[in-house]
C-alpha cells in the first residue's frame, strides 16, 4: 500500500517559517507531478504550489515570494518552505502525486498549520 505522509506542520506566529514535508512509502515519485494543497475551515481546498518531475514549479498567486516547492526523489520526499506566514495561510495541507502515464494519484492525509496573529 503506498503512503504519502505529511509532517512539519504546527502552530506559528506571524511572520514565521514552517518546513512541511511530503515522504512517500516507496520509490513512486518517477514522472509524476508533485502538489500542495491547502484546505481552511468552511473553505474549499485550493491548490498551492506543483513542481514537475523537471523542477518546474508554480505557485498560488496569494504565496508566490513566499513559499518555494522542492523535491527531492533519491529520498522519496517532497518539500514545501513556507516563510513570512500570514494568518489566512492556516489551513490543512495535503501533498498529492499524480502520474497519468501509471496511473497514480495519492493523497496524503494532511498536516495542519495553524498562524496566529
Known amino acids: 500500500q503506498v503512503q504519502l505522509v505529511e509532517s512539519g506542520g504546527g502552530l506559528v506566529h506571524a511572520g514565521g517559517s514552517l518546513r512541511l514535508s511530503c515522504t512517500a512509502s516507496?520509490?513512486?515519485?518517477?514522472?509524476?507531478?508533485v502538489y500542495w494543497y491547502r484546505q481552511a475551515p468552511e473553505k474549499q481546498r485550493e491548490l498551492v504550489a506543483a513542481?514537475?518531475?523537471?523542477?518546474?514549479?508554480n505557485y498560488l498567486n496569494s504565496v508566490k515570494g513566499r513559499f518555494t516547492i522542492s523535491r527531492d526523489d533519491a529520498k522519496n520526499a517532497a518539500y514545501l518552505q513556507m516563510n513570512s506566514l500570514k494568518p489566512e495561510d492556516t489551513a490543512v495541507y495535503y501533498c498529492r502525486l499524480i502520474d497519468p502515464a501509471r496511473g497514480v494519484d495519492y493523497w496524503g492525509q494532511g498536516t495542519q498549520v495553524t498562524v496566529s496573529s
Open positions: 516507496g520509490s513512486i515519485f518517477g514522472n509524476g507531478v
Open positions: 513542481i514537475t518531475s523537471g523542477g518546474t514549479a
